[in-house]
Structures are given as structure tokens and as C-alpha cells.
């Protein structure tokens, strides 16, 4: 009879498969444009009886001034890496072995893939799951439809997933319709949703905006994945 030891270590390794497998198996049908994917904290907000506001929108009906100033504040590198930036991911490794303290080196696909099948919080154990997975998420799906999931399961507010219901919540307008100021205003609120609003936007938030304006409009190359193919 298995000792109460082994009944846990089996339900740990239980546990360690199904999270494995998961992902292994819904990154191919996500690549599948029809389907619609939630993160695992919009799935949290439904089975608390939290109010959740998503609609879904294909990424062709999004500007492109959008993605491109996301792209461009939050990882200038995707177009180029294979789901990692190594050069920011070891820069950051370095600052914490030297004891400084550290930014963070999440990619948009790292945190696509976190989103979808992990959790929020700093923890080395979500860490060290992200980077598996997002190499695996970049390998199977294109940048393209990696940054249209993104948009749509990542949370600009309190209960408010993805840039339509954001775009709507915080404008009033659809995510087509928003203009170059617009978009980088509701992109340097991704940080920290719950701390920044872009229709009221802070002094900090303001000069964080120009900034991401300005690399927007010089983004060239540097977004060339996300052209419709």
C-alpha cells in the first residue's frame, strides 16, 4: 500500500504532467484562426463570478500604429528572436548575480504563453516554465498570430481583456480607429493596468507615450513580421 509520501509525490507528478501536456497540445489549435483563446485568469474571473469584458477582434482590424508602438515599447526584439531575447534574458541574469536589482526580460511571446497557461507574480518556478513553452509557442505558431492572441487575452484593466474591450472602455472607439497618441498611451498602460489609465493619463504616462510614439513611427524593420502575409 503506497505510503501517504508516495500518494503525494504521485499527485505532484500528475499535476507536473497535465501542465505539460496542455500546452503540447493546445499551442497547434491555437494556431487555428478560428479559435479564440483565454488566459487562465480570465478562466479564474468566470469561475469567481467576476465581471470579464473581452471581445474579440482579428488582427487586421487592429491599427497598426498599435502593434507597432507594442512592439516597440514592449519587445523590441520579436520580429527577430525565437520566442527569448537571450541578450536581455542574460543582461538581466548578470544584474541579479552582481546584486542589482532587475528589470524585466519578458518577451511578448513569454508573456503570451504565460498568460495563457501559467499565472501572474515573480517566481523562478513560472520563470523557468515560461522559456520552454515560449520557444515551443514560437516554433509552431507565426509572430503574427502570436501577437494577435496577445492583444486579445492580455488585461488593461480590472476585468477588461484584450485591445477592443479595452480600446472601447477607455475611448469609446473601436481598436481600428485609434490614433497614433491613442495607441501608445493604451500601451505604456500594460505594465501596470490596474495603476495607469489612458484616458486620464499621469505626467509619467504622458512623456512614457511621446517616447513610444516616437519609436513607433521609426519602428521599419524592427515590426516587418507583423506585414499581412
Not at 141 to 164: H, P, Q
Request: hydrophobic residues 45%.
Amino acid at each position: 500500500m503506497p505510503t501517504p509520501m508516495k500518494r503525494i509525490a504521485g499527485r505532484i507528478l500528475v499535476a507536473v504532467m497535465i501542465l505539460v501536456a496542455v500546452p503540447i497540445v493546445l499551442t497547434p489549435i491555437y494556431a487555428i484562426r478560428a479559435i479564440h483563446p483565454v488566459s487562465t485568469l480570465m478562466m479564474f474571473d468566470e469561475v469567481t463570478v467576476h465581471p470579464v469584458l473581452r471581445d474579440w477582434v482579428s488582427i487586421d482590424d487592429v491599427s497598426p500604429v498599435l502593434l507597432h508602438s507594442i512592439v516597440m515599447s514592449e519587445d523590441g526584439q520579436f520580429c527577430r528572436h525565437d520566442g527569448i531575447d537571450w541578450g536581455e534574458l542574460l543582461s538581466v541574469v548578470d544584474q541579479a548575480l552582481d546584486g542589482e536589482e532587475t528589470r524585466g526580460a519578458s518577451t511578448i511571446t513569454m508573456q503570451t504563453v504565460k498568460n495563457l497557461f501559467l499565472w501572474n507574480g515573480r517566481s523562478f518556478i513560472r520563470k523557468a516554465l515560461e522559456l520552454p513553452l515560449a520557444l515551443y509557442f514560437d516554433l509552431v505558431l507565426s509572430k503574427r498570430r502570436i501577437m494577435e492572441i496577445y492583444i486579445n487575452i492580455a488585461e488593461w484593466d480590472t476585468g477588461v481583456y484584450g485591445i477592443e474591450a479595452a480600446s472601447q472602455h477607455y475611448f469609446g472607439k473601436s481598436a481600428s480607429k485609434l490614433s497614433a497618441r491613442e495607441a501608445a498611451l493604451i500601451t505604456v498602460a500594460l505594465p501596470a493596468p490596474d495603476m495607469r489609465n489612458p484616458a486620464n493619463p499621469s505626467r509619467l504616462m504622458r512623456r512614457l507615450a511621446s517616447r513610444v510614439e516616437r519609436l513607433a513611427r521609426s519602428s521599419g524593420a524592427y515590426v516587418g513580421c507583423l506585414d499581412p502575409n
